[in-house]
């Protein structure tokens, strides 16, 4: 059960997003910077999101009439404008996911000018400023959610603190936290990429993507929010995307579900909390003043 259960647009039964983090080829180039630019096999999988599966993706999105979220490190704007244009077209939002899609924790000092270069990308390529932020394999510390504030960014999709959204506060300045979990991410169960230290045991699409059901049930049985965190090279391969969307068709037909982009769902939970319909829970960061002993 879910002790403080949102209310969804519509009388829905739950929230639901299948959120996309377009990384293509800037994952060898961060994991191999001496050579990633001449490694071909990893490019041309991680270019197979973007070229082909995006597309495919915002096809099945167009056709069930789907507006959703997509995440995208700066560089990867920068070098597939055409499928960040066509994301944009289909009403899609786009949010900020690094530069380099680095681990802000690795880059130190230098995260803040990592961070402000993304958003210059997507000042110029996108022609707005993202509304929520997604940190390259779950990974923020402190600064990333003072810079998220600072620069006016609304949510974070990072943590895993809940099964629902709630709100961060840190330093007199708040935020939205939209949770992620790993029984919820196609990298488990699909990425295979010895180049970046990844040799997960490739499932077969319904093996690997029945989990992601099965967590879906429990959110609908309690009037949750479900959300997928995947991948264009991965989930958006012809069998696997096949299988999901089914699952979307079957799940329109059948299911009283609200589909929507996570800026759409955190500015419908901001109203139903100034209206004083639901209050989300609230933590506070830091969360430790130093290190523990």
Known sequence: MIANPPPWPGGARCAC???FDMDADVLIQVAKPADGHDRLYPISMGRYGPVVAI?????TYRRLGLKQSFFIPGWCLETYPDAAEAILKGGHEIGHHGWLHEDPIESGPAQREQFERALDAHDRICGM????Y???VYNINQMT????AEHGLVYDSSLMGDDIPYALRSRGREIWEMPVHWGTDDWPPFAHYAEIGYMMPVRG???GLEGFWEEFEAAYAAGGFFMLVVHPFLTGRLARWAKVEAWLE????????WFAPLEDIVAHLAAARASGAWS?????TPYYSGPQS
């Open 250 to 257: 079957r799940t329109l037909n059948e299911r009283s579900v």
């Open 205 to 207: 699409p319904s093996e």
């Open 55 to 59: 597309p495919r993706i915002l096809e």
């Open 145 to 148: 959610l003072d810079l998220i």
């Open 280 to 284: 989300p829970r609230v933590e506070d």
């Open 129 to 132: 400023k993202p509304r929520g």
């Open 17 to 19: 997003a299948i959120t």
């Open 134 to 136: 997604r940190g390259p």
